[in-house]
């Protein structure tokens, strides 16, 4: 990370017109490795498209391409034209006979769920993207963005979400403090790493995390750790919630009345590592501080 973020956001303003011009048209067959190891060969520019994870099917309208997505899984809903898509089901409960009768000429999947197998079988072209890190979001974008032959709009679209996502790290490297922060993505309880996509938001949100890195990514938290570590915010879970475990009664956060659940539309992008991740971020950031966004 540069010091200076604003040079930072001028230099990404004005690389964009550069990268455009230099972007040129995919060539088939392209063949490229996938998120399984696979080596993966797209015959011809994708027109009919099956997406079985949310965040795929984002990037792919993103990029321009909502028009061939021709099915979604159960819980892509974004943008809200991908709602009217046949539903072929979830990651671990696809509706495989579905799928196939779309007549797909690419499905892109989690790296999660051996849907490969059988659709491969069936003779359709699978293909599995991933994005689990922060970095990812913005490379699978740019895979993404090849396969279907919107290389220059992939490019775009990464310098837009960056220079966003530096608009907002202004603001929050004026924060006065970083409270130590306890994020909760599940009542087990499980949290986030640091170098988790959301523990880099929430790095980004100007907040320091009370879990290390050598505990995972999506660590289960055994609850008297918390309890050490004191945050000083809590998001994730209400106060009520908080007040009735053992021993968080004691804990900064609870007495401040700083324990904050995450709105239902923020957790949703929260989940989802994609083009809306900059507005993660902003949503986020204004939980931690905000004093900046009044």
């Not at 021709?70 to 898509?85: E, N």
């Not at 087990?188 to 290390?212: C, D, E, M, T």
Request: net charge positive; aromatic share 6%; glycine share 8%.
């Amino acid at each position: 990370m540069q010091k200076f973020l604003p040079l930072t956001v001028l230099s990404l303003t004005l690389g964009t017109a550069t990268l455009s011009r230099a972007a040129g048209a995919t060539t088939y067959p392209l063949t490229l490795t996938d998120d399984l190891g696979r080596q993966v060969t797209v015959k011809a520019e994708p027109r009919r498209i099956v997406s079985l994870l949310p965040s795929d099917t984002e990037t792919l309208c993103a990029l321009g391409v909502c028009d061939r997505l021709v099915g979604v899984d159960t819980y892509s809903d974004f943008p809200q034209q991908v709602t009217r898509l046949p539903k072929v089901g979830g990651l671990y409960d696809p509706d495989l006979e579905k799928i196939v009768a779309l007549k797909p000429d690419l499905v892109v999947v989690s790296k999660y769920g051996k849907l490969e197998g059988p659709l491969t079988r069936a003779g359709i072209t699978v293909l599995a993207v991933n994005p689990e890190t922060y970095d990812e979001v913005f490379s699978k974008t740019l895979t993404l963005g090849r396969v279907v032959n919107r290389e220059a709009q992939a490019k775009q679209l990464v310098l837009n979400m960056k220079r966003d996502i530096a608009r907002v790290e202004i603001l929050t490297r004026n924060a006065t403090r970083k409270p130590s922060t306890y994020l909760e993505i599940d009542p087990a309880p499980y949290s986030v790493g640091p170098n988790s996509f959301i523990g880099v938001l929430l790095a980004k949100a100007g907040a320091r995390n009370i879990i290390p890195a050598s505990m995972g990514d999506f660590p289960k938290v055994d609850p008297e750790f918390i309890v050490k570590a004191n945050p000083a915010l809590m998001l994730g879970l209400d106060l009520k919630t908080a007040r009735s475990r053992p021993g968080w009664n004691s804990l900064q956060a609870v007495k401040t009345g700083r324990v904050l659940p995450i709105p239902k539309e923020l957790n949703t992008i929260l989940g989802r590592p994609g083009p809306r991740l900059p507005e993660a971020l902003r949503g986020l950031a204004r939980l931690v501080h905000p004093e900046l966004f009044r």
